[in-house]
Nanobody, 115 residues
């Protein structure tokens, strides 16, 4: 059973920065999988923020390109999301995900961007 430990959410002012982290455990295949961050704002569908392959290939949504950076530490089965120049529209619950035999999701961490 894959499990996640997510951390780093919180309240930040517009223009500020946050770092999210997600550590996965429970399968030796995690290090070979694509891991990523998704977010879900109130009343909206969950959407991809960014993902990263085991080889370091990255993919970002257009709304965060140039502001967010995803980084992976394969030795620790951990991904990080560095979020800069945060905007109120980035407010959402952020979820970590990996896909092995099926999708596995973290419990989510709240990010609120507000003055």
């Amino acid at each position: 059973q894959v499990q996640f430990v997510e951390s780093g959410g919180g309240l930040v002012q517009p223009g500020g920065s946050l770092r999210l982290s997600c550590t996965a455990s429970g399968s030796i295949f995690i290090r070979f999988s694509v891991m990523g961050w998704y977010r879900q704002a109130s009343g909206k569908q969950r959407e991809l923020v960014a993902n990263i392959s085991s080889g370091g290939d990255t993919n970002y949504s257009d709304s965060v390109k140039g502001r967010f950076t995803i980084v992976r530490d394969n030795a620790k089965n951990t991904i990080y999301l560095y979020m800069d120049t945060l905007k109120p529209e980035d407010t959402a619950v952020y979820y970590c995900k990996t896909t092995l035999d099926r999708d596995y999701w973290g419990q989510g961490t709240q990010v609120t961007v507000s003055s």
